[in-house]
């Protein structure tokens, strides 16, 4: 069975840092562009940040661009997502999920499979 293991969320102050894994069981990365993606209480999951297949590309949204980077280690099947300067805007349940060859401009949700569970974000003071 395909899937993913998120860990590294907990609660952080403002302005503190984050990192996040990405885990894949059951079938490796190579061949998949992999997605991050948040869903906080009452919104629709959104698209965080995706990294191409081969590694050579990523998206950000906006609300997240200068802070997160998104990295691969297909060597260990897995992918990262380094938070810094963390807000309370960015509390919400991280996921992460794949597509296959995926190359760029098209990080959203509805395009990404084979969710994982989750890990908790908190920001607060």
């Known amino acids: 069975q395909s899937q993913f293991v998120e860990s590294g969320g907990g609660l952080v102050q403002p302005g503190g840092s984050l990192r996040l894994s990405c885990v894949a069981s059951?079938?490796?990365?190579?061949?998949?562009?992999i997605g991050w993606f948040r869903q906080a209480p009452g919104k629709e999951r959104e698209g965080v940040s995706c990294?191409?297949?081969?590694?050579?590309?990523?998206d950000y949204a906006d609300s997240v661009k200068g802070r997160f980077t998104i990295s691969r280690d297909d060597y260990k099947n897995t992918v990262y997502l380094q938070m810094n300067n963390l807000t309370p805007e960015d509390t919400a349940v991280y996921y992460c999920a794949k597509r296959s060859y995926y190359t760029r401009g098209d990080c959203r949700a509805s395009m990404f499979a084979s969710w994982g569970q989750g890990t908790q974000v908190t920001v607060s003071s």
């Open positions: 990294i191409s297949w081969l590694g050579e590309s990523t």
């Open positions: 059951g079938f490796t990365l190579r061949n998949y562009g």
